[in-house]
């Protein structure tokens, strides 16, 4: 069985520059969730997908997208990155879609700095 | 909607001794919370998780009690390990209509120390 993988572990970029951060998901798996976590701060819901489908999704503008791939691994894009977007990118997959994430494992996240 | 709130960035604790971490809510509707725990470079994992038809729920060295009436919560670690110290995250489902589609809601996290 394999764990939830994150790529790339560090990232630096340009404001205004664009980002694709990619997660792979436990095997059988077919949920995944992003999260933002800021310094100092908890992990924030970005959105979540179900089926290849967002099917849930919190506070964050549309320039942050994502997609999942039948095999249910995920990308999230950030268009027209802000220094505010220097975070830790976390990736959670759990099985179930709107069940509670009870038993969401983590991967160990992208850092990305904004500069 | 949700907040969670853990009011303590940092907590020292000798070991052998219990480590106590605390969360409040601020609404009651929600049912259910967990706990995790996050060492640097890695992601957050689940440690336990209670929900609000009991009081309290035991996992080994872990127990966490739930007290609706203040709408608070507390991790208890006994006895107290260096392999401990990480930062603990309470967290609850983002919104009762959207259930778990709408993510978790983390608190700020506490910093837990185990001094030897």
């Known amino acids: 069985e394999t764990g939830v993988t994150q790529s790339p572990t560090h990232l630096i970029k340009t404001r205004g520059q664009q980002v694709t951060l990619r997660c792979s998901s436990q095997?059988?798996?077919?949920?995944v969730s992003w999260y933002q976590q800021a310094l100092g701060q908890g992990p924030q819901f970005i959105f979540q997908y179900y089926r290849e489908e967002e099917n849930g999704r919190g506070n964050f503008p549309p320039r942050f997208s994502g997609l999942q791939f039948p095999n249910y691994s995920s990308e999230l894009n950030v268009n027209a990155l802000e220094l505010d977007d220097s975070a830790l990118y976390l990736c959670a997959s759990s099985l179930g879609g709107g069940a509670l994430n009870t038993e969401a494992f983590f991967g160990q996240g992208t850092r990305l700095t904004v500069v | 909607d949700q907040q969670v709130k853990q009011n303590s960035p940092s907590l020292s604790v000798q070991e052998g001794r219990i480590s106590i971490l605390n969360c409040d809510y601020t609404n009651s509707m929600f049912d259910y919370f967990l706990w995790y725990k996050k060492y640097p470079a890695e992601g957050p994992t689940f440690l336990i998780s209670i929900s609000s038809i009991k009081d309290k729920n035991e996992d080994g060295r872990f127990t966490v009690f739930l007290n609706k009436s203040a709408k608070h919560l507390s991790l208890h670690i006994v006895p107290s390990q260096p392999g401990d110290s990480a930062v603990y995250f309470c967290a609850s489902p983002s919104s009762v209509s959207g259930g778990g589609a709408d993510g978790l809601t983390f608190g700020k996290g506490t910093h837990l120390i185990i001094q030897p």
């Open positions: 095997s059988g798996h077919n949920t």
